[in-house]
């Protein structure tokens, strides 16, 4: 999902200009294609360098695409306003406690305010910049704003919460999905055990302290099918049975339903119609 290219070249750009880009899709959907790797500040590390990921002085997008981001979103007049994302947005921490508390404990043992993340490579690694974002979208009362995601090797459905300590009765602010690897390494593979075994505890161990996750599977392998209409937004994930296997067979896995100003995911039980191209209705 990365937004980047070795020469960019348009109207007086060049080698410096900006990769970040928005297409637009008549009054239906805005896709908006992000930068996460040119603009950044060095990535936090853990133990010690967890203090620095609540600082307002951090970026994942830089200044510039972030206010690009933010404006495009906020007055976007796009039912739709879709984010083409490099890395996870939605908080994935152990454990996700109330403001208050964590503002306690950071001060005394030097953790993070929105809990320990288990990825600083992701948005979580710059909880400032996300946190800009979020209170923008909330302040600015915007409908249907979907994350896809890549990177990660691993599939995901979330809601992204307004605060994660307090979901859902804080609201949420969109939807992030997140699609595997065809064929880079995930869990089970590092880990060398058998898909499905391992890594089932590790899923209800992050699904239990974050609730606003509502799916997630860290062992297929595959690709994902999104579609927008007037009525909602779905993603079908897709795994294939053996990566190696040149002939490998592909299934449907599950599919997930965002309805038309709801910004929560939901699943239902059928992919997308490839003959009428129509999402599901979620009944």
Sequence with gaps: MEARSAAVRGDGT??????????????????SMLDLRTYRDEQASTGAGWRKIDSSDRSITGRAQMDWLTSGIVTSSAQWKIVGNPVMISPVVFPPLDHRTMRAITETVGLPDAGIPYNTDQWDGYSADRRRLFDAIAANGVNNTV????????????????????????????????????TSVNIDDILGVPPRTA?????????STNHHIRYVEPDSHGYGVFEVNEQGAQMDWFYINDPMNPHATVGHAVSYWVADGTQQAHPVANPLDPAGYRPGTGT
């Design 14 to 31: 060049g080698k410096d200009a900006a990769v970040y880009r928005r297409f637009q899709f008549g009054n239906l959907a805005e896709l």
């Design 199 to 207: 890594t089932v505890a590790v899923e209800q161990a992050i699904k």
């Design 147 to 182: 994350f896809l995601t890549g990177d990660i090797h691993t599939s995901w459905a979330c809601d992204l919460p307004v605060n994660a300590a307090d979901y859902p009765g804080a609201g949420t602010v969109g939807t992030e999905l997140v699609v595997s690897s065809l």
